[in-house]
């Protein structure tokens, strides 16, 4: 029997999925599909890949009837809020059609399988100062293209629940950090850069960047996935949770903490480049909800997901 | 100057559009495009046709790119709530995905034109018996792939208006009625039969139909057309109206309604293959801020609009 199935594993948070598994001492069978297998496979894991891209209907339906996983944990996705600008049309494919695609997979040759859908706190746009941080039952106010395709797939899932009993559990994730994240992303980039300029002995890195006035709810990679674990072993079908970790922090305070820690003074160039047509200021989530029914809670402080990061970025 | 640009104008709503141009004494251009050209383009509007799958956003963007016109009637959808439940995907990508290869295209193209972007009354989903009939404030609640699409379009021309500056106007667009609607729909089909047994000199039509309790805000195309109109002409970027007659009615009403405008007494048979997977009970629209902002009302009434539906089935 394969336990579970993790699309996109091949990813930054399938990585620490795996991982994760493997540190639970899981011997059931975890499959893994996506364009890209992981780097990092646990060797004694029951793992095995397969490579669809599941855009293809037809294969991903086929695996599934053979594959017919307890749990699918569905992470493949176009995750850059920055691509959507540049390719939206591919940001729609790569999030609600292929999430439309796996729903139809399961309701035909899986229907018992507990499916785990990501959404993203991009999904709630714009908060004032003013306003406290993100409830799930707030009001969606998508900003990006990237946005709106998570709001449809989430849109999507809960239509599937309700229409075909589907068993579908949901989060909006805020930002995640952690080792193996693609330099794409603000931080994993800014990280890279500062661990350079340390191996090289430079006492000063000029960073270019976008916005960093911008505040988020930066959550390490790993728990996400624990609260991931929560919500499948836990959540009731159409549930929706937040998965972050309450606190938010400007992108310019990231910086000079990682400037801190690796000893590496910074002189900021703003690139326009980097800019986007649009951008929610603060972006902070309460996981208040998910505390108080599933009982998860963050466990590594911000300073440790820097440094673990800096660690990564100096080994690679 | 191209005037209208008109897609989907081979369709229901666009055979009308194109009468009403006509109607007004229009001189300057119109343009239709899209996949199948209308039957009924009156002889003396300055009209061409251009085929084009709207899918296909490389063509697409080279034909704006010529055009450059002052508004853009997007008419262009797969509308069916019934066919969105087995071809969820093909719902999506002519609804959604088109929408974004339009805007692409206008974006980069002809940023001056203005767009009509056509939303659904399934875009709210369900309310209780209690409650008053929808406005544009509600929360939305989509049941179905067709009204989660139908959302994603508008939380996309959303995005447009306010990132990129586009020139969108937007509609929640009631169940229509009227002439050369396809059989397809539930009125429509209804009427056609009570046409046939009318011309067969039949007395008892025994009529398969789905769920008949469900109660529906009909306005006739005409109106639809002239709501277009005066949004089009009046409205502000991102402004989303309610298109509706603001009255509801059962389809068993309706029913009962052709029966004796025809002279045809009629049977009920259920059909299980009509039901759908979930349905709205009651759909009912408020028009206050269309008429109060924009002074427009409905003017033709459900039996006038049944009276000419008959007729045409009857000549057809």
Not at 62 to 90: G, N, Q, T
Not at 240 to 268: H, M, P
Not at 275 to 286: A, F
């Amino acid at each position: 029997l394969v336990e579970y199935l993790i699309t996109g594993c091949g990813g930054f948070v399938g990585s620490h999925y795996l991982d994760y598994l493997h540190n639970t001492g899981l011997t059931e069978e975890v499959v893994g599909i996506g364009t890209t297998a992981p780097l990092n496979a646990p060797n004694d894991l029951r793992f095995s890949f397969i490579e669809i891209n599941l855009l293809d209907a037809k294969k991903l339906g086929e695996s599934i009837k053979k594959i017919r996983p307890r749990f699918c944990i569905h992470l493949a996705s176009m995750s850059s809020v920055a691509a959507s600008w540049v390719y939206p049309d591919k940001s729609f494919n790569n999030n609600t059609n292929i999430f439309l695609n796996l729903l139809e997979a399961v309701r035909h040759y899986s229907p018992e399988t507990r499916i785990l859908s990501v959404g993203s706190s991009e999904q709630y746009g714009e908060v004032s100062l003013q306003e406290e941080s993100f409830m799930e039952s707030d009001r969606l106010a998508p900003q990006s293209p990237y946005a709106v395709a998570k709001c449809s797939q989430e849109m999507i899932g809960q239509v599937y629940v309700e229409s075909y009993e589907l068993d579908i559990v949901m989060t909006r994730s805020f930002n995640h950090i952690g080792p193996r994240q693609s330099e794409h992303f603000a931080i994993a980039g800014f990280s890279r850069l500062f661990s350079q300029a340390n191996n090289n002995g430079d006492e000063l890195l000029v960073l270019p960047t976008g916005n960093i006035q911008v505040i988020r709810d930066f959550i390490d990679v790993r728990d996400v996935v624990s609260a991931y674990e929560a919500i499948l072993r836990s959540a009731h079908p159409g549930a929706i949770y937040n998965v972050c970790s309450g606190r938010g922090v400007a992108l310019a305070n990231v910086i000079t903490k990682l400037s801190e820690i690796s000893g590496v003074r910074v002189e900021i160039e703003t690139e326009p480049s980097r800019l986007r047509p649009s951008e929610n200021n603060i972006v902070v989530g309460s996981h208040a909800l998910l505390t108080n029914k599933l009982g998860w809670e963050p466990t590594i402080p911000l300073d440790q997901s820097l440094r673990d990061i800096l660690k990564y970025w100096q080994a690679n």
